[in-house]
């Protein structure tokens, strides 16, 4: 791959900013060879594109470090790109917006510094990846439990912000951020919310603070680079009781959804229940030419060969209570009753009591298991994630859901799609599977993404999240008062970052500096 430097950088004047971030992490962590950029690249991408190319990494140990390369980034005028651990697959993996950005890893930086039991919060450093905080919680025994998201290779602060979601009653991961430790562009460090008083008795305990309150504004942003962040934990319960379902019919979701809402809403429900269809356990254990071989996606006779397979429904949930089991008892029952006047199907109920082990509760244990997924179609594998958000209405989820398959069938894809029930909204995830060594394919996954979000964009929903080659597109979505939100958006960047140094584009929102780069 053809080194690619940031705009208006000469080679010379490029290296002189790498020897300067040499002598701030030492000349080990500056990562500059050409196999050093390609680890960085997004794992995913289809193999015959050029974007998203970084120009080299640095890996700082410290704060003081991140602080010291934003004033040169800024000095040099090289634009940094930070990553926590760089797992975001799907929507980019450790790689830029924009070529010759260098990749800010801090995967070094893996201290968690608290575990505060009786308040249900951690403190950690943005290297600290679930599996890490896992093995920490186990090793002491502490009674707290994670959110842990579909791959949990990644950083705990990572998922949370790019607003990953677990599936426990902490499942909204970016909510349970409280209290941030922020180099900002020009290396000055803030801490945010009560943690902002030196002596702050209440920074991972109040997510407010005094005035105006900034963690969110540090979630999808480029508005600064996060060097430690207080994280909400669930207090080990005392039970979990799991009532599993599969709905034939695809059209089922429109009474089930509208079930699942309420009970969402009156919070009998607090978790993020999940709603795949067959495609979710298929890529899970087999490949597709295990099934079929053909042209096209695959047909509804073949589908239904797999279902039955598996012993899968057209849609499968389960739904997971966590609390005193006479909570979750009362709660199943009111559940059941719920669904009783449509579901004809069995219920599958599965029990877990503190002390029994951990792996039969509904527990959310780090695994990479999804990962699996990139091989259904063989060769070297990629997914993107189109994820646009929905009211909870059965109705129009299922519109949306038949339009969007129909989409899938005109570009030749199998439709991979499911629904997370939050507490207002539905996330319509849908994965796009496709193999990076074949061009056509690839070319019709990126087709198909396009059509997508315009699709999405005139029935009116948007997306929550997207991979770095769509972020302009989707910013542009949101186009009230001919795009204010954004001009908002870019009016903060400019001021609180005036060379543009922290990650461009990220979101849609570019400095001026690099105004010309947007797609
Ligand atoms: P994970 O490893 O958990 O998947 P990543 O490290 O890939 O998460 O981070 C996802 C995205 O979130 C990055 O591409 C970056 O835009 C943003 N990000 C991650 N960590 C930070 C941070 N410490 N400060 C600012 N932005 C960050």
């Not at 943690?195 to 109040?206: D, P, S, V």
């Not at 909204?425 to 059509?451: G, S």
């Amino acid at each position: 791959m053809k080194l690619q430097l940031p705009p208006r950088i000469s080679a010379a004047a490029f290296q002189r900013g790498l020897a300067a971030f040499e002598r701030v992490v030492g000349a080990e962590w500056v990562l500059a060879s050409d196999l050093d950029r390609d680890t960085y690249r997004d794992m995913y991408q289809p193999a015959n594109e050029t974007t998203h190319v970084p120009a080299a990494a640095v890996a700082p140990q410290s704060t003081e470090e991140v602080q010291a390369l934003l004033r040169l980034a800024n000095e040099h005028r090289i634009p940094l790109w930070p990553i926590s651990r760089g797992k975001n697959l799907g929507y980019g993996g450790s790689a830029p917006r924009m070529s010759g950005s260098v990749i800010l890893d801090l995967s070094r930086m893996r201290r968690i510094l608290d575990v505060d039991v009786k308040h249900g919060y951690c403190l950690l450093e943005p290297g600290v990846g679930f599996f890490d905080l896992y093995q920490h919680l186990q090793d002491n025994r502490i009674p707290l439990w994670l959110s842990v998201p579909a791959n949990a290779w990644g950083s705990v602060i990572g998922n949370a912000l790019e607003r990953g979601i677990g599936y426990t009653p902490y499942g909204e991961n970016t909510a349970q951020l409280c209290g941030l430790e922020v180099a900002l562009p020009s290396g000055e460090l803030v801490r945010t919310g009560m943690g902002a008083m030196t002596n702050g008795r209440a920074g991972q305990l109040f997510r407010y603070g005094f005035g105006p309150s900034w963690d969110q504004l540090f979630v999808q942003s480029n508005f600064g680079v996060v060097t430690r962040a207080g994280m909400w934990l669930m207090p080990e319960p005392e039970a979990t009781l799991g009532l599993g379902f599969a709905l034939p019919e695809a059209s089922d979701i429109i009474w089930a959804l509208d079930i699942l809402a309420e009970l969402r809403l009156r919070r009998v429900i607090d978790t993020s229940v999940t709603m795949g269809n067959y495609l979710r356990t298929a890529t899970m254990r087999g490949q597709r030419a295990e099934w079929y071989q053909g042209p096209g996606p695959i047909p509804t006779e073949i589908e239904r060969q797999i279902m039955e397979k598996y012993g899968l429904g057209r849609w499968n949930f389960t739904i997971n209570l966590f609390g005193y089991d006479a909570v979750n008892q009362a709660n199943a029952r009111i559940i059941r009753d719920a669904f009783a006047p449509h579901y004809r199907g069995e219920i599958r109920e599965t029990h877990w009591q503190r002390g029994e082990p951990l792996a039969q509760s509904a527990a959310n244990i780090p695994t990479v298991v999804f990962l699996q997924v990139v091989n259904w179609w063989g060769g070297r594998g990629g997914h993107m994630g189109f994820s646009p958000i929905l009211p909870t209405d059965g109705k129009e989820a299922y519109t949306q859901f038949e339009a969007t398959r129909q989409r899938y069938e005109e570009f030749g894809l199998d439709h991979f799609g499911g629904f997370t029930m939050g507490e207002r909204y539905l996330t319509n995830v849908n994965q796009i599977i496709y193999n990076r060594d074949d061009a056509d394919m690839t070319r019709r996954a990126h087709a198909l993404f396009n059509a997508l979000v315009d699709d999405a964009a005139r029935a009116g929903y948007g997306e929550y999240r997207t991979h770095l080659s769509y972020m302009d597109k989707v910013a542009h979505s949101f186009d009230f008062n001919d795009h204010a939100l954004l001009r908002l958006n870019e009016t903060v960047k400019n001021a609180l970052d005036p060379n543009g140094i922290v990650a461009p584009g990220k979101s849609g929102i570019w400095p001026r500096a690099y105004r010309g780069e947007r797609a």
